[in-house]
């Protein structure tokens, strides 16, 4: 796409990385500060998005439930597949920018990387299913483990959830690190890795906000 000048057209921004990486808190903070700058735009989220793929979400993260890897990947995509054809695609025609926590990364990095599914296979689906459907830029947060580790368990102090990715082994946990890590290698074009240990929310936040800029978006 050719660049016209930040803010000028909407765009597909997506943000990415692991439990607690700050994700959910950046993609909130950009949505706000595009608003604030009369850029149209929406916030939503995978899985979810939908009242459909909110069910779905259900089910995924229930922790009480258990999913062969491939059961697992089938229900995001279904869900995916409700986000984008009523959510994402609509408000990208309509000239809204779309806000996303959560893509079709988090699937190479959890289904694959993480539970060791064919990456062949996931990229396949997605083109297939999805018609090979990618943001504009994607932010990837990248922690250190022992910062995953922390910030996991002071989260877990205040209320343990019922995320059953939450629950999952250090060592998968690390793998889905690494993965965040070769997909932003991988698509340096498109994804941006941001290093957010020992930094404020104000100042990743701010950080963002100069990327997007830069980037023209």
Not at 45 to 53: C, D, I, L, R, W
Not at 75 to 87: F, S, T
Not at 132 to 139: G, L, N, V, W
Not at 180 to 189: D, G, T
Request: aromatic residues 8%; contains cysteine; charged residues 30%.
């Amino acid at each position: 796409m050719e660049k016209q000048g930040y803010l000028s057209r909407s765009a597909f921004i997506t943000f990415e990385g692991c439990e607690c990486s700050g994700k959910s808190t950046q993609s909130k903070l950009l949505y706000k500060w595009l608003g604030s700058n009369n850029k149209p735009a929406i916030l939503t989220k995978e899985p979810g998005g939908t009242e459909t793929a909110e069910e779905l979400r259900h089910i995924i993260l229930n922790k009480d439930k258990r999913l062969d890897p491939r059961s697992e990947l089938m229900l995001l995509l279904a869900a995916r597949i409700e986000h984008v054809r009523d959510i994402i695609l609509p408000a990208l025609k309509d000239g809204t920018t779309v806000v996303c926590d959560r893509f079709a990364d988090s699937s190479m990095a959890y289904q694959s990387y993480g539970h060791g599914l064919p990456a062949a296979f996931v990229k396949l689906l997605h083109k297939n299913l999805l018609n090979d459907i990618q943001p504009a830029i994607t932010f990837v947060l990248d922690i250190k483990f022992d910062t995953f580790g922390r910030r996991l368990a002071e989260k877990h102090s205040k209320d343990p959830g019922n995320d059953r990715y939450e629950s999952f082994s250090e060592d998968f946990h690390k793998k889905v690190m690494h993965g965040f890590r070769e997909i932003a290698k991988q698509n340096a074009k498109r994804c941006i890795l941001i290093d957010a240990n020992n930094k404020s929310i104000q100042e990743i936040h701010q950080e963002i906000i100069t990327l997007v800029q830069e980037n023209a978006i």
